[in-house]
């Protein structure tokens, strides 16, 4: 998938007129790029198309036009954009009230390197979990972390054949079996798998 590049953001001025439009069309995108496991967690599988709209609000916000502080997002949020082999994703620990929040993350510790994608016929995939930083410490787990599933060039084979797709979490405090994902949000998640199997 290919990486953005500064040339092809939208200045702000571009962005603040056709800004509506676009984010529209990036929650309609999200909308089978989501995934439930449990009540409690939630997977956004990340592409090129999310990651330029976090890149675009972002420089809105900060109000940044300078080359540096532009390649400075484009540095964070690059890294994010799928590399044809495998899948990244934004997970999200969910409890709306704050006292069960505080409970939670501190017994969820590790919860993020125990979430799984599993090829039918293959061996669960772990995620590798927060390359960019240490998003836990001893004390408790942090409520967003950022995954990568890296997956065998079987395995995409397996899955370009029709093979189903399914999800879960084995931690202790917090086991969600394998759910198999509905064919929207594999259909859309296949397309993050451009790998060339040829080669």
Same mark, same amino acid.
């Given at each position: 998938?290919?990486?953005?590049?500064?040339?092809?953001?939208?200045?702000?001025?571009?962005?603040?007129?056709?800004?509506?439009?676009?984010? *529209?069309? #990036?929650?309609?995108?999200?909308? &089978?790029?989501?995934?439930?496991?449990?009540? &409690?967690?939630?997977? /956004?599988?990340?592409?090129?198309?999310?990651?330029?709209?976090?890149?675009?609000?972002? +420089?809105?916000? @900060?109000?940044?036009?300078?080359?540096?502080?532009?390649?400075?997002?484009? @540095?964070?949020? &690059?890294?994010?954009?799928?590399? !044809?082999?495998?899948?990244?994703?934004?997970?999200? /620990?969910?409890?709306?009230?704050?006292?069960?929040?505080?409970?939670? +993350?501190?017994?969820?510790?590790?919860? @993020?390197?125990?979430?799984? #994608?599993?090829? &039918? !016929?293959?061996?669960?995939?772990?995620?590798?979990?927060?390359?960019?930083?240490?998003?836990?410490?001893?004390?408790?787990?942090?409520?967003?972390?950022?995954?990568?599933?890296e997956l065998g060039l079987e395995?995409?084979? *397996?899955?370009?054949? !029709?093979?189903?797709?399914?999800?879960? /979490?084995?931690?202790?405090?917090?086991?969600?079996? !394998?759910?198999?994902?509905?064919?929207?949000?594999?259909?859309?998640?296949?397309?993050?798998?451009?790998?060339?199997? *040829?080669g």
């Open positions: 998938m290919p990486q953005i590049t500064r040339s092809s953001l939208m200045t702000l001025e571009d962005y603040a007129k056709s800004r509506q439009e676009f984010r *529209a069309r #990036v929650m309609a995108h999200k909308r &089978n790029r989501k995934i439930h496991l449990g009540t &409690n967690v939630t997977l /956004i599988f990340e592409d090129e198309l999310t990651m330029r709209y976090q890149i675009q609000e972002m +420089l809105r916000v @900060e109000k940044i036009f300078e080359e540096a502080g532009i390649e400075e997002e484009l @540095e964070a949020y &690059n890294p994010l954009v799928p590399d !044809g082999t495998n899948w990244k994703a934004t997970m999200m /620990i969910e409890y709306p009230d704050p006292v069960e929040r505080v409970a939670r +993350l501190a017994e969820l510790i590790g919860i @993020e390197d125990k979430v799984w #994608v599993k090829v &039918n !016929g293959f061996d669960p995939v772990y995620a590798i979990a927060d390359e960019d930083l240490d998003r836990e410490n001893e004390k408790k787990t942090a409520s967003v972390h950022f995954l990568r599933f395995m995409i084979k *397996a899955l370009r054949e !029709g093979a189903s797709l399914s999800m879960g /979490i084995d931690h202790s405090a917090y086991k969600v079996p !394998g759910q198999e994902v509905e064919a929207a949000a594999r259909n859309a998640l296949m397309n993050d798998l451009t790998a060339d199997l *040829a």
